[in-house]
C-alpha cells in the first residue's frame, strides 16, 4: 500500500514542476536555516574539545550578592579563595579545575603586536579537561607550589609568536613584560568555549591579585567540579548547597548566591537567569518561540501552495472518491505525498547545510569554531521535516476530505 | 444585419487538420430570429462564436451592421462585441460570487456609466424577466431556469442588437424552457432584437422565424 | 470598476484567507526588517562628533599602585609629563573605563526640579581629554584646574541632554541636580554628541566631570592621541614603558579596532537576519505566484465570458492585477493597524519618524511584490481565447 503511495505521489509531483519546485525550494532553504542553527546549538551543548566529562560535571561560575529590600545586586566571577577556602571542603567532588577568565595582554614581535589572552589555573585543571599536548606536558603541584614563571600555549600562540619552528618547549615567551618558560604547547580551543578558551595558560600562584588570607568572595575565577561518577551529581549539588547556606553575608546585603550547574543551566543562568532562577524556562521559551516564529511564513506558504494543489486536482479526487476511495485513504495519500515533498526538500537541505557550514567554517567567523552535521543533528532535523510536513498537510487534507464528488466531478 | 461570406474554420494541432466549417454562406436580417441545427460535432457553436467575434474565420468575410469586421482590432472588437451583442450560454456562465444585479452590471462595467445609471439599467433589465425580487442573491441560491433568466438580463441590459444564444434550454426541463423562449421571442417581436440560436430541440426551433441547419461544417437546408 | 472588484473579493474573503494571512505575516516581517533598517541609517547619518582613528587606549591594573592619596596624585602627575613628552604622543588624558567604544557603561541619574532624567552616561575625564578626541563645544567651554574647587560641582553636558532638559534654552551657568538631587551641578559647556555606541546607535544623554583628587588612585585608564608615524616599533616600546612603570597587567587597544568590533556587533547579526528575510520573501513571492496562476486557471469561465462581453485582453489583465493589489490592500490595513502601535507606543524608546517610515516602506515593498507576482499570470489571462474557455464545460 505505501509502495502504491509512493508511486503515485512522485507522478504527482513530476505531474505539476513548477508547484514542486516552489515548494520544494521553499522546504529546503527553511530547512537548511534550521539545520545549520541546529548545528550551532548542538556544538555550544555538546561535549566538546577539550570538555568531554560534562555528564558527570558541575560548573561554578558566578558570585552573587543581593539585598532584597532595596534591590541590589552585585554580581561578579568568584574568587580563588571562595573555592580553596569553601568548595574544596567537599568530599563528594572527586576533582576540581579552577582557571581564571582571561586576561588580554600585549606582546611585540617582530614589529607585529599580538593580544595574548592568558588564564590562571590549578593543577587539576590539566587532570578535569583533556587538552591534547602537540607538545611538552602540563604544569603540576610542584610548580604551583614554586610559583615557577612556566605557561602552557595554544598551537595559534606558537605560530604566531614563534613562527614555523617545530618545537617551542624550553623557549621563553613574554608577555606584560613578564618572562615565560614554554613546558607545552596544545591544540586550539573553539571560541564556543568561552570560559575555557586561552591563548596562554600560566600556574595560579602567580597571580599577584590573590592575595592569601583576603577573605573576598568576589574575584575573578571559575570552577568545574568533577564528581566520581554520571550518578553522583545530584551528591555533589545537595553538599554544595548545603555549604553555601553557611557562607557569611557580606555587609549590606542578605543573600549570597552561587550556584553549581549542569552545563545547559549554566549557560542560560548567564543569559537570562541570576542567582535565584536558572533562566532555563527562558531561554527554551524563547528558542521555540523563535524558531515556531520563523516556521510561520514558510509554513503559510506551503499550505497556501498546497490547497492549491489539492484543488486544482479535485476531479482526480472526485472520480476516486467516485469509485469508492474512502476519505480516510485519501488524506492518508496526500498527507504521504507531502511528507514525501518534506522529506526530499530535507535531503536537498541536508546539502545545502553542508555547503553553509563548509562556507562559515572557512570563514571562521566565530574563532576556530567548526559545526559539523554529525548524527544528533541530522536526527533532530529528520523530526523538523516530519514536523513540518505535518503541520503544512493536516489542513490542506483535511479540506481535500470534505470536497463534495459531484461538484468536484463538475468542475472539470 | 449579419453577412457571413465564404466562411471556413480549420482546427489545427501537430498531427491533426479537421475542417469545422466549409464554405458558408449565410445572410441574416435584421430583426430576424434565426434557429440553427445539426448533430453534434457539425459546426454548429463554432459558427456562433465566429459570428459572436469570438473566433476569427480561417478564410472569409464577415460584415456586421455593414461593417467589415476582418480588420478589426482586440480593442475595436471587444468594443463592438460590449455595445452591439448579447450572449447567453447553456451554462449560464454567471459568476457565483456576485449578486444578481451585480452579475446583470457587468456588460456596463465595460463602458463608462455612472453607479446610478447601472444600477437602474440593471433592475429594469431583470425586471423584463421577472426576477426583480432576486436583486440580492447569489446564483447558487437559484433554480436553473431563474439562473437563465439572469444570463438574458444580463445579455439584454446594454441594449444589444444581436443575441447570440448558445444551447439556451440545453441544462432546463420542458416547462421551463417553453418559459425562457417565451420571453425571447418577446425580445424579438417588442425589441426588434435580432437572435441567432443554436438548439437540439426541434419543438423550440419551430417556433422561430427561420431554421438552418448544418452537417458536417456545411449548410444542408 | 473598483467597487465592482471589491465587491468581488469580499464575496471571497474566506477562499482568499491564506493568501490574506501570507501578506499579513509577509508584511510584519518586511516591518521589522525595515525598522532596523531605518533606525541604524539614522543614526549612521549623524555626525560622528569625535575623531577616533589615532587614539589608543591604554588600561591596566592598578593593584600593585599606592593607595595613598597624595602619593598617587604626584605619580600621575608624573606620568602625565612623562607621557606627554614622548615624541610620537600628541595629547594624553586619563578617563574613567567607560570611554567611547568601550564595553563599559556607567550611568547615573539627574534631576532638575521634579523632572528625572535617567541613563546618563558619566564620563570622568581628565583635563585634556577634549584634546585626545577632538570634541567641539557648541556652548560655553572645556574644564580648567580651577574648576575642581568652589561650592557646586562642575560639569560639562552633551547636546541631547540639554535639549532633554533645557529645550532650546542655553544651558551655561544653569543648575542640575544629582540623583539624590541633594547636590547641585553647574553646566560650564555643552559639546556636541558623541556616537560611542558605534555607527548604528544613538548617542544618548552624557554628561562629563572631573574626578576629585581622592579619586585619582582608582584610575585604570589613560587615552592618547599619537601621531601619524606612530607604529608598532613604537607601541612596544611604550607597552615596556608602561609594563614597568604600573608593574600589573597592561593593555594597548587602538580605538580603530574597537570601533569595528562595536559595529559588527551589530552588523553581522543584521546581515544573517536580512539574509534570511530575503529568501523567506522568495519563498513567499513564489507560493503567491504559483496561487494566482491557479486561480487565474480556475477562473477561465469567468475571464471567457468577461472578455465575450466586451473586456479587451488588457481590461482582463488589469482586473486581475487590481484584485491581488486590492487583496494585498486588504492585509496591509490590518498589518498596518498593528504596525502603527509601535510609534504609537514609543516601543523601546525609539523615535516615532523610525516606525512610520518603515510603515511606508513596507507598504511600498509589498505592493510592489504583489503587482511583480501577478503580472505574469494577469498576462496569461489576457491570453485566454474566449471561445475556448466558454465551451470548456
Known sequence: MLKNYFKIAIAVLKRRKFFTFISLFGISFTLTILMVATAFIDKLLSPDYPDYKRDRSLYVATMEYKNTKQGWLNRSDASYYFFDHYVSTLKSIDKMAISSYATASNAYVNNKKLVI??????????????????????????????AEQVAVISEETKKAYFGDEKSVVGKYISADNISYRVIGVVANVSKTLYNLKGDMYIPLSLDKGNRPGNPELM????????????????????EYNQMMKKVPIPKDFDKVYSNADPFFESMTRRIAGEGSTDGKGIVITMITGFTLLFLLLPTINLVNINITRILERSSEIGVR??????????VYQFIVENLILTLLGGIIGVFFSLLAIYLINSANLISNMRLTLNFTVLFYSFILCVFFGLISGVYPAWRMSKLNIVKALKAQ | MIQLQSIEKVYRTDTVETLAINGINLDIAKGEFLSIMGPSGCGKSTLLNIMGLLDEPSKGLIKIDDQDISRFSDQQLARFRNEKLGFIFQSYHLINDLQVLDNVELPLLYRSSSAKERKALATAALEKVGLSNRLKHFPTQLSGGQRQRVAIARAIVGNPQIILADEPTGNLDSAMGNEIMDILLGLNKNEGTTIVMVTHDESMAHRTHRLVRLFDGSQVQ | MFKHLFKLIWNKKKQNFLFLTEILVSFLVIFAVFSFLTFYFQNYSKPLGFEYKKVWAITYDNRMLTKNTDSASTFYENLHKSLKSMPKIEEVSYSSSNFPYSNSNMSTVVKQGDKKFDYVNNYDVGADYNKVWNISLLEGRWFLPEDKIGKNKKIIINETLKTLIFGKEKAVGKLVGDHENKEKMQVIGVVQDVKANGDFWPAGSAMFVQPDTAQIKYTSTILIKVSADADATFESELYKFMANTMKGSVEIKHLEEMRDSKNEVTIIPMVIFITIASFLIINVALGLFGVLWYNINKRKGEIGLRRAIGASANAVSYQLVMESMILATMSLIVGCFFAVQFPLLSVFNIPASVYIIAILLSILFIYLLVFACSLYPGKQAARIHPAIALHEE
Open chain 1, 117 to 146: 589572552e592568558y588564564k590562571y589555573t590549578n593543577a587539576d585543571f590539566w587532570n578535569v579537561l583533556e587538552y591534547k599536548f602537540l607538545e611538552g606536558k602540563p604544569f603540576g603541584k610542584q610548580e604551583i607550589n614554586n
Open chain 1, 219 to 238: 574575584g575573578s575565577y571559575n570552577a568545574i567540579l568533577l564528581a566520581k561518577s554520571k550518578a553522583d551529581v545530584p551528591k555533589v549539588l545537595k
Open chain 1, 321 to 330: 472518491k467516485a469509485f469508492g476511495a474512502s476519505s480516510k485513504t485519501l
